[in-house]
């Protein structure tokens, strides 16, 4: 069942262009997993997915490494550092409770351009964005599209269509290296991570072929947050 859920929710987030950290974290928050093991579980299971969701848009000459290579510039280390750090059941619990909360609220409120137009990156802006981003990616195991994607579309930086290409790359390189710093950290994945990747990535593949076709983007995203709101309350009170 659990798999099952897994696949699910990669399936709708990648739909949105998203690889499901969040969500991934709330299904194991629900399921009472230790939170030891929820981070590498979580970034792992964003490598995964992130990694095939890339290949797509590069194979189709969708992503934009230009402006994709500031952002990883300064979120890739900050990822890195954010993963060494191990923070208190007390202090992690709420912390990404709040977090998931927030990510909730961003799906929530995000509207959907009908506008490709975008306007030039101011270079400190991309390198802050990235960095914050990044640091949240490695202290709680979120990857950081949930953010990165409305961020860049609510200031007019990009286009939906080139944000959803942006995201998938952003997520594979800070959910690597955060991995490797949560694994130097001490902490290891769920022993069942083999079939926790199988069904993320079955879920992916699916999302990813068939897109916005039978799901909108505006239900797809209510759903979402509505997932992201309930594992939020549920860490912030447990």
Do not use: C
Not at 56 to 79: G, H, I, K, Q, Y
Request: no cysteine.
């Amino acid at each position: 069942m659990f798999s099952l859920a897994l696949a699910v929710i990669s399936l709708l987030y990648a739909t949105v262009g998203q690889a499901g950290g969040t969500a991934f974290l709330g299904l194991m928050a629900f399921a009472a997993l230790p939170p030891t093991e929820m981070r590498p579980t979580a970034l792992a299971l964003n490598v995964v997915v992130a990694t095939y969701s890339t290949w797509v848009f590069n194979r189709n000459r969708a992503v934009d490494w230009t402006m994709l290579r500031p952002l990883l510039f300064s979120s890739t280390p900050m990822a890195l550092g954010g993963g060494l750090i191990v923070l208190g059941d007390y202090i992690y619990k709420p912390m990404t409770g709040i977090l998931l909360l927030l990510a909730g609220a961003v799906m929530t409120l995000r509207r959907d351009r009908v506008s490709d137009q975008d306007r030039q990156i101011p270079l400190w802006g991309t390198v802050s964005v990235g960095a914050i981003v990044g640091l949240i990616s490695g202290l709680t195991g979120v990857g950081g599209g949930v953010f990165l994607a409305p961020t860049l579309i609510a200031l007019n930086w990009a286009s939906p269509k080139q944000t959803t290409a942006l995201s998938s790359p952003f997520i594979l390189a800070n959910s690597t290296v955060g991995l490797a710093g949560v694994l130097l950290a001490g902490q290891v994945p769920s022993l069942h991570l083999g079939s926790y990747a199988i069904a993320a990535l079955g879920g992916s593949i699916t999302g990813t072929a068939i897109g916005l076709k039978w799901l909108g983007q505006t239900a797809t995203r209510f759903i979402l947050a509505a997932v992201l709101f309930a594992a939020g309350i549920q860490m912030v009170l447990v």
